[in-house]
């Protein structure tokens, strides 16, 4: 089976068809399963990082063949597509309440969202690259969908203000996973690896404006806490923003 069959099929999708029956269960390898093999793919995706990741290497964390791995997805695009669906599963859904204010759902889809990135930073590049249309993801965009529904917004705004929301949430959270990434490689924590970082070109043109910026920042906060700050700030902004450009759409 090859790898990688996307490229020659742009518009296919696991969740679009349906996988043919395959041989009897009797001849299938013993103690492996799909859900063993995404949860092993995404331990593997965590550790080592899309680049590194291949179907030998998943199959010998199983202890199977390569082969074996094949009987229960039809190419590592399959299984990419079920490992990212898998992965939007882990975000914590508002609860089914008619009263709840959109405001506090769209916070916690919000939180959840860039948790997931940050979580598994491997995901912002499978997010573009697949369709993200498996069961877990559309409950997470239905959800999103309804929330924003109760905001007032009328309809052809809906799609740009849910646009705006989780584009702002997409970026902050893959740029933070791979902020992680880096400081995690350094073998620092991440308050010193930014205090050699901003020592580096505390005296380099260039630089004058985002270091004062970032001196009115006190002492005592940790480069977390104010990345935790500033996420909030931001995430108010795009809320306070939707508010307003549906109060303007309502007097025009």
């Not at 518009?11 to 092993?40: C, F, M, N, Y």
């Not at 290497?57 to 190419?75: F, I, P, R």
């Not at 007032?152 to 997409?170: D, I, K, N, R, S």
Request: aromatic share 10%.
């Amino acid at each position: 089976m090859a790898e990688d069959s996307r490229a020659t099929t742009p518009g296919a999708s696991v969740w679009l068809h349906e996988r043919p029956a395959g041989k009897r269960r009797s001849e299938q390898p013993a103690g492996l399963d799909r859900d063993r093999i995404v949860a092993t793919a995404v331990r593997l995706l965590d550790t080592d990082g899309l680049a590194k990741f291949s179907m030998r290497k998943l199959a010998a964390e199983l202890g199977v063949t390569a082969m074996s791995v094949y009987w229960y997805v039809d190419s590592k695009d399959d299984l990419l597509e079920r490992v990212l669906d898998a992965v939007h599963g882990e975000i914590a859904l508002p609860a089914e309440e008619p009263d709840a204010d959109w405001r506090d759902e769209v916070r916690q889809l919000a939180v959840g969202y860039r948790a997931m990135l940050v979580r598994h930073s491997w995901t912002a590049h499978l997010i573009g690259e697949y369709l993200n249309i498996g069961p877990f993801a559309m409950d997470f965009a239905n959800l999103s969908m309804r929330a924003m529904a109760r905001s007032g917004l009328a309809a052809e705004q809906m799609t740009g203000a849910l646009g705006c929301l989780f584009q702002f949430v997409y970026g902050y959270g893959t740029v933070e996973g791979r902020w992680g990434e880096r400081f995690r490689a350094s073998g620092q924590d991440e308050d010193a690896f930014y205090a050699d970082w901003a020592g580096t070109v505390e005296h380099r043109p260039g630089f004058e404006q985002s270091l004062d910026l970032l001196k009115h920042r006190s002492a005592a906060v940790s480069v977390a806490q104010q990345r935790e700050r500033d996420f909030t700030f931001g995430l108010e902004c795009v809320i306070a923003g939707i508010e307003t450009m549906r109060d303007r759409h309502l007097r025009t």
